[in-house]
């Protein structure tokens, strides 16, 4: 079945620092992926996407990128701040809908 | 247009008891989508409507779920007989289907029921 991958383990940081969490996804080719940020008890917010074709993509201090050959996307937050602090949720767009990896908690550390 | 609106926010039920949720989606937006969400868990994907039609249903959609969207406006997800393992967040995200490949999910903030 589709499956996508996070490292489950929290990631913590020092603030001024870059985050980079890893998503990889097995059995199908999405055709694209996303990125959403989830505070406790409120609902995933979308952050970016990224298609097959694209290496790379920048939002702010977010840069995502997709290797389709190694099957996975890397997520960056530059210059982290406390309020960066959340869980971070890759997404898998296939068949009509998104598949979520179970999230990276990410705590930048002031 | 406020986003995405999910009610009640919390619900407490005693086992075997039925529990409906609602979602507004955003108005423009045809796509609707359910989702249940577990404690340490990424979203799992429930079923999802384009307008008025269920177009697909998960396997862990069980026979005592069920999800309507009459007229292709706000959605319900019934659960009957709940039981403990029902406990959950769930998740309501709307989409334009014109632009799904541009832009992402709309979520609401969910429904987070605890069945006792």
């Known amino acids: 079945s589709q499956k996508i991958e996070q490292n489950s383990e929290a990631l913590n940081i020092q603030e001024g620092k870059t985050a980079t969490l890893t998503c990889n996804y097995t059995?199908?080719?999405?055709?694209?992926l996303q990125w959403y940020r989830q505070d406790p008890g409120r609902g995933p917010v979308f952050l970016l996407l990224?298609?097959?074709?694209?290496k790379e993509k920048r939002k702010e201090r977010l840069k995502v990128t997709f290797d389709t050959t190694l099957k996975q996307s890397l997520f960056h937050i530059t210059a982290s701040q406390p309020a960066d602090s959340a869980t971070y949720l890759c997404?898998?767009?296939?068949?009509?809908?998104?598949?979520f990896g179970k999230g990276n908690q990410v705590v930048v550390i002031p | 247009d406020t986003g995405v609106s999910q009610d009640p926010r919390h619900k407490i039920t005693k086992r075997g008891q039925n529990v409906t949720f609602r979602c507004d989606p955003i108005?423009?937006?045809?796509?609707l989508y359910w989702y249940r969400q577990t404690l340490g868990q990424g979203p799992e994907f429930l079923t999802y409507?384009?307008?008025?039609?269920?177009?697909?249903k998960s396997r862990l959609l069980s026979d005592r779920f069920s999800a309507e969207r009459p007229k292709g406006s706000f959605s319900t997800l019934e659960i009957q007989r709940t039981e403990q393992g029902d406990s959950a967040m769930y998740l309501c995200?709307?989409?334009?289907?014109?632009?799904?490949?541009?832009?992402?999910?709309?979520f609401g903030s969910g429904t987070r029921l605890t069945v006792v």
């Open positions: 995200a709307s989409s334009p289907r014109e632009q799904v490949l541009n832009y992402g999910y709309t």
């Open positions: 059995n199908y080719s999405p055709a694209y």
């Open positions: 990224i298609r097959e074709n694209e």
């Open positions: 997404a898998g767009y296939g068949n009509n809908r998104l598949a």
């Open positions: 108005s423009e937006h045809n796509r």
């Open positions: 409507f384009q307008n008025e039609a269920q177009l697909e």
